[in-house]
């Protein structure tokens, strides 16, 4: 008897996402630019939500899959991102401001034309929705024009930081304990992953009444022992108090809002391929890091150690 797994032309992956409300609904991966590093990255849109594609691997580990030992043990799981971070470069790029001249007002399709990235354009009205919210808008013969607001931008912003800040003592002793303006700190350091040092992080630093360079050096210097502790280390270090704590955390709140949605992801073949006998399949090589949420584990490890 054919298992599930007969013919499949890459080993299975487990994924984790939100469970779309239609369950025949299918999601489509888009190819985006990072808001900070402008490199390509991979976003799920599905129910007109736009989330992020992280991944996390321990050194040792395997998915048991039905009757499937799946080798790689790496874990993909999808979180929801505010669809502004992945906006706003490019209408900055847009708006062409020059000085005090504030710009020019653009169309969504004029704005969302990114040679080599035709996923901005599936989400026309996603942008439409949220970017009015950071933007000056005008409408001419039923036609709306779009242009970037810095003051409606840095209101958003800061809106953000204090939200992420009223998070951090749900998270555990070690955060609660932390001076008011040490959390402030920590929340800049989070929406920085998302925001370009000019112009938006000095311009929200300077309101706020922080140094601009101790956030950056604050989080060169965090990167960088991170980086050490993995290129050094045999084996992975335990994890502490803290991020375990924000690992259970992060579960639970999947699992108790009926959330989990696992899904096995591979490329059938055309359906006449059948399993092979007799020669064992090439294993996959097997990749150990993580992308994307490597930084948030290593700044709760970090915070929770006190260091």
């Given at each position: ?6 013919g ?55 998915w ?61 009205d ?15 013969a ?20 204090h ?45 706020l ?5 101790e ?26 108090e ?15 809002s ?23 399949a ?10 994307n ?15």
């Amino acid at each position: 008897m054919a298992s599930w797994h007969d013919g499949l032309a890459a080993p299975p992956r487990v994924l984790i996402s939100p469970r779309p409300s239609d369950a025949s609904a299918r999601g489509n991966v888009l190819s985006l630019r990072h808001p900070r590093s402008g490199d390509e990255t991979g976003y799920l849109f599905i129910d007109g939500q736009l989330q992020e594609i992280n991944w996390f691997k321990e050194r040792y580990g395997s998915w048991f899959l039905g009757d499937y030992v799946c080798e790689d043990g790496g874990l993909y799981y999808c979180t929801p991102v505010d669809p502004i971070f992945i906006f706003l470069p490019t209408f900055e790029a847009a708006r062409m401001s020059n000085g005090k001249d504030p710009g020019k007002f653009r169309q969504l399709d004029e704005i969302l034309y990114v040679e080599g990235y035709p996923g901005y354009q599936q989400l026309m009205d996603v942008a439409e929705h949220h970017m009015e919210l950071v933007c000056e808008v005008k409408e001419v013969a039923n036609m709306k024009f779009f242009r970037l607001d810095d003051s409606k931008v840095l209101s958003w912003l800061c809106c953000k930081v204090h939200n992420l800040k009223e998070v951090f003592p749900k998270l555990g002793k070690n955060y609660a304990a932390q001076l008011e303006k040490d959390q402030l700190k920590e929340a800049v350091q989070m929406i920085r992953e998302y925001l370009k040092d000019e112009p938006w992080l000095a311009l929200l630093c300077k309101k706020l009444q922080l140094d601009t360079n101790e956030i950056i050096n604050d989080a060169t210097t965090k990167t960088n022992e991170a980086s050490f502790c993995a290129d050094s280390s045999l084996a992975p270090a335990p994890p502490s108090e803290a991020s375990s704590l924000k690992i259970l955390q992060l579960f639970l709140m999947v699992i108790t809002s009926e959330l989990l949605y696992v899904s096995v992801q591979s490329k059938a073949t055309n359906g006449s391929a059948k399993p092979s006998k007799g020669r064992p399949a090439k294993k996959p090589k097997v990749e150990v890091g993580s992308k994307n949420i490597k930084d948030m584990f290593r700044r709760v490890t970090r915070s929770g150690s006190g260091s």
